[in-house]
């Protein structure tokens, strides 16, 4: 463990005692939440595929269309590669957090204009600590997807196309995603007309179950699309995992996670499924975790890191969520996790 990493872990801390505590602590907990925050990206270098963006600027339209005419048109502003990637991910920055607040006020909830909730949840999420700093692209396409989401929970499906067709320029494995997304509110829509109930422990075991069986499914239809879904190049890959490098396997990331999945959805009130946004990113989430067990079966480490990132999309999707219906606890258990996550502690380091 570097100074970094042990500097993460006390922002994490100290956000969550933002997080459950009075009013008139808040915002000095918030101070230092954010102080610890600076310290760590002042002070961090670059890891993974910042590198190879670094390197890249040059000849960007090596990736899908989106994002290479960004880096194109940036670099003709800034003459260093370095300060074109630096701009994007302030730009990715703002783009998460605008996505975030279009959830965070969505008609689903009561409006309020504390956004500084938000902001720790936001900061401190795997979601946006590996985008910003590895996975960009996808981060790109995860936080459109954001935004397809909520129109597509209040219906503007035309604009939800919108952002799904941005999502695929900057990153074309979003087509797994988007289509999990629009299957997952057709099954909302029926789980209405029809009055399904999702909210006891028992429905819950039978939702996971089924979505294991679907996952199975998927596992293979998404092979057989593999070209076209963007992910052909991931299958049987285990480059960098376990003794071959610093990356974390994806066995042990789904079993940690996995074990706070099940923690925190003990700790989630039955009333919160009445929440029609809520119970549409639950079953994402209960989808996502069962598609990771598969993957963890099947050993795809590659492919697995991929999908999980897309998870940790859909659990801060989650957390803002719980905070806003009042059932701080398992989303206070979530963000807890959060920082002793084996794939943030990678990419800080000094």
Known sequence: MNILTAVYIL???LALLLLSTKKAMRSVFAAFSLVFISII???KVDTYDLYTYTLTVDYPFFFEPGFAY???FLSLIFEENRAVIAFIQFLLAILIFFASVRVW??????????????LVLIIGSIFFTLGVNNAIR???AGSFLILALVYTSEKKYFISLLFTFFAFMFHFSSIFLSAIMYIMWFMIIIMNKTNIQINSIISRIIALLFFTVISIISYYTLYQLADFAGYSNYFGRSIGVGGEGTRTGIVSKVVSVFFYFCLSETLIKSIAFKNNLFRFIFLLRYFFIAFLAVLAIFQENELGSRILYYYFLIELLSMICLFKLKHNLPGIVIFLFYGFALNAWNIIQI
């Open 41 to 43: 990206y002042l002070l």
């Open 11 to 13: 922002q994490h801390i």
């Open 138 to 140: 996808q981060c790109f």
């Open 105 to 118: 006020n969505s008609k689903y909830f009561t409006k309020d204009r504390n956004l500084i909730y938000l």
């Open 70 to 72: 960004l880096v194109y």
